[in-house]
């Protein structure tokens, strides 16, 4: 017998195999023994939870390089990961951005039903892989130990092996801005502004006798859990005949909003009207954070999730017009929940003009850590 290291010596451990399966078969074709052999092989596999397909990867990787007799077999496990180690940029405010954006997609396959709610979390983390260049990585550790570091099969195994590490590389007291948008389904801008942009009878007036009750002010009203009644009511008993003309408006389209009874309201109905007429002609209304970011992947994508200010326990609530930096914005107590299928989301990287550009926040006041209800 030849030696059991050498290339001889192992295709020689297979004649005993070979032997055995060819008396069980009751076959003398050694060809076709093999390939039952090997059909045999996957449903062992299949029949135990085992992946064929990867080990078959592995085991010509091993070939070639027994073949090549290139010495040691390298395997994912001997290849370190610096990837998941983080560094300096991890903390940066560029990197919560790309993070966010990252999950305000994945959130859009999700709901689109391209992707199953089980398959969300290791989306995120092939994104995560991605932005970070892991290849880089692993290119640098495989040429440390003697590896091929354009071996993809190795590769794949050790990305594999440490993907679920993706996360390490999020640290936990990192926050970026997300502004969710009610009703919007997160696509075009322009069609943003056209469907929730405030509207007006006059020109770049947002007086209340000259807004034009429509989606805009449904959307925000919702958000605030107000009712057209009382806003209505508060306009007029405020402004006399300038409110009376809102009113009357609201009343030739049949505009009536019902507040949710099992909710407070987060503004009082002159807040409201206030913050109309110190916007921006087409601003949009919005609720604004700096969200943690790992709390932010880490969540269930089936929940709705509750948001309010770590600190105080305060909304970031207003309408703000994104391509001339405009609009008005103020902080209210309370919490604003986010449903399962929202899409209506954006980044600091989604427009010029984004809410911390323009206000220029102390951006801890803001910190906001979702919670899963």
Known sequence: MSDQTTNLGRAERIVIVLAAYASHQGISQEESNICDLLTDVMHYCDQNGMDFDDDLKTAKRNFEAEVEGDGKIFEAADIPCYASCPDDYNFSDDWGNKLVNLWIATRKHLVAGDIRPDQFRDELIGGIINLSNWRSSFNQAASEVGADPDDDVLFEQWVALNKNDAFNLIPSNLHAELCWIPEWDGANLDDLLGSHGIQSDRFNSNYIEDVQPGNWLTVFLKLVNQSSEAIIAAAIAERGAEGKKFADKCQAIEYDIKMDDSRPSLMTPMEVISAIENAYYMAVPMFHCFVNVKALLGSDPTKAMLMSSDRK???????????????????????????????????????????????????????TTPTEI
């Open 313 to 367: 326990g305060r909304v970031h609530l207003g309408f703000h017009e994104f391509i001339n930096g405009a609009g008005y914005m103020d902080t209210y107590n309370g919490e604003v929940i986010i449903p399962a299928n929202a899409i209506g989301f954006a980044g600091e990287e989604r427009w010029k003009w984004g809410v911390n550009k323009v206000y220029g926040l102390v951006k801890s006041c803001f910190y």
